[in-house]
């Protein structure tokens, strides 16, 4: 394992925070951390985070062993192209990859997990933890992509995240980057595509050809949307007193939101959403909590 190399990632700077947060201590594995984006808002927010291997450094995921109680949190994206919308070619590698997230957070037994990957990701059910499904696409922070993706939050007492209120975009809306875009004759240039990814300036990627850089950022979770889940996730286990699945409702469309009183949903999208996909359920043996 290696500290999470953030220096080209640093220059997203969404406030004035400092990394050096006096007497805030968490230990945090990052798998499949790829070039360290979803990494760089953890860091941002003072956690400490070291790295498993990444196949992008000829890692291999199947070879780490996870070690018990050392971890306060594990975060990681496992590859998504099997659950992508986009990709309808049926294959077992991105479930694989799953497995082993799941592996590594049983063996590792850390307070809490995070996953992120694209909305058709499988519910991720590990025993002993509650598991909070949500929405997060960088146009509800306010940023021009969009790019919605889909973040699983387990913890062992059933704590929530809560997610700051979406912004109305009215802006230009610009369609998700991916990581094949490189190679495609309408790609944008990779300074624009660094952009949208909430790069501030173009990173240094060393020796990397164009299309491994371009698969790279492509690959990453967007800067602005790791920060403000670092930052609210933060929020979540710090806080005296929680809000968890036990004393709080949770907008029955998967969008994570707390509702309050009679409400099942947060607001319309999420009602029209709830009547085109499916019933709430609430599933206390598996410990999965659908919303
Ligand atoms: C979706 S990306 C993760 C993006 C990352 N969360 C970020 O924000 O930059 C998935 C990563 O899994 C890595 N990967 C795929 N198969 C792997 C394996 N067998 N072992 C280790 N890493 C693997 C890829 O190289 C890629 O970097
Ligand atoms: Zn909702």
């Known amino acids: 394992m290696e500290q999470s190399k953030t220096t080209p990632l ?36 003072g956690f400490t985070v070291v790295t498993a291997p990444d196949k992008i450094v000829n890692g291999e995921i199947r070879d780490f062993k996870g070690v018990p109680g050392r971890f306060d949190g594990i975060i990681g994206g496992s590859p998504c192209q099997d659950f992508s919308g986009l990709n309808r070619n ?32 499988p519910d991720v059910e590990i025993e002993g933890y509650y598991v909070q499904r949500f929405n997060l696409s960088p146009t509800d922070l306010g940023f021009e992509q969009s790019r919605n993706r889909t973040f699983q939050f387990g913890t062992k007492d059933g ?20 990581a094949s875009e490189g190679n495609k004759p309408d790609r944008r240039t990779f300074e624009e595509f660094c952009k949208l990814q909430g790069f501030t300036e173009v990173p240094e ?14 690959n990453g979770v967007h800067l602005g949307v790791s920060y403000v889940i670092a930052r609210y996730l933060k929020n979540a286990i710090f806080s005296r007193y929680p809000k968890t699945i036990f004393n709080t409702k949770v907008c029955a469309c998967g969008c994570g939101r707390i509702v309050s009183g ?30």
């Not at 007497?23 to 927010?45: C, E, K, T």
């Not at 077992?92 to 909305?119: A, G, H």
Request: proline share 5%; hydrophobic share 35%; glycine share 6%.
């Open 159 to 178: 704590r929530i995240i809560e997610l700051p209120e979406p912004v109305k975009y009215n802006g230009k809306r610009e369609r998700c980057v991916t």
């Open 262 to 291: 009679r409400k099942l949903s947060y607001n319309d999208a999420c009602r029209k959403r709830v009547q085109l996909k499916r019933e709430v359920t609430w599933n206390d043996n598996s410990k999965i909590v659908t919303v």
């Open 90 to 121: 049926p294959g077992t590698l991105s479930q694989e990859m799953l497995d082993e997230y799941k592996r590594i957070v049983r063996e590792c037994q850390p307070d809490w997990f995070l996953l992120e990957n694209v909305t058709r990701v």
């Open 205 to 218: 990627l060393g020796s990397f050809t164009k299309s491994a850089k371009y698969q790279a950022i492509g």
């Open 10 to 45: 640093m220059q997203f700077i969404p406030d004035k925070i400092s990394i050096q947060d006096s007497g805030f201590q968490q230990l945090v594995l990052s798998l499949f951390p790829n070039i360290g984006m979803l990494d760089s808002g953890f860091v941002r927010n």
